[in-house]
């Protein structure tokens, strides 16, 4: 079987990738793709960048080996205030935040994660930018449980080709934090975080610095939350759906 796993950018993925042997499989500048082997599955992992932009153009090339399975993985922001830092989310819907495209994660996936002690929530926001103020937090958590800038994108283009396909993501920033960078000014053209930019912001307001690295820890143990879940799920996926998780998330709709 072969599961294709995304991130947007390394460092969600760094953490799994220091617990498995993975290989860079393409050079190419803008095919970032890595691969394991992982009990029965033959394990992809490919770096789409940030945003819609950068996601839809990796998923042409991600999807290209037709993969029996699609996981958006990553990071998100909580837009619950029961949700707490690490937790490990798995959507039944993702939408954008207009609610004008809407995408269902496969049922059986979504209860085998479940299954596992991840929390399952009814939607994810993916959005154009990052959603820095608390206040905007807020407002969207009317719409959806957690927010990000890719899982939409990506689960999209997986069932318009037929593949099972689900979200899990981790919490790394609470509804009621402000973020400490503008981080609509921090991502290259390839969607990914440039150091350069990072350091400029707070080399202007070096005042932000400790909350930029408090960020960066809760980042990191989200992640590595994250890649200690992921590890196990790939392991429990089956060739084909469990008619009884089906059923499951059924009942629970």
Known sequence: MKILVTFGLENEFAPWRKLRSFERVSIDEWDKTYGTRI????VRVFLTGAGRFATQRAMVIAL????????????AGGLRTELALGAILVPRTVSDAREAKLSHCSPDLVQLARSLGAVVVERFLTVEQVVAKSENKRRLGELGDAVDMETLWIISAAIAQGIRSVAVRAISDLVDSD???DFAEVFDRAGEVSVGRVVGQVARRPQRLPALLRLAHQSQRAASALATFLDTYVQQIPASPFD?????????L
């Open 39 to 42: 009990g029965d599955a033959d």
């Open 64 to 75: 290209d080996e037709k993969p029996d399975v699609c996981i958006a993985c990553g990071l």
């Open 179 to 181: 973020l400490p960078l």
């Open 244 to 252: 009884e998780y089906a059923k499951a998330d059924a009942i629970a």
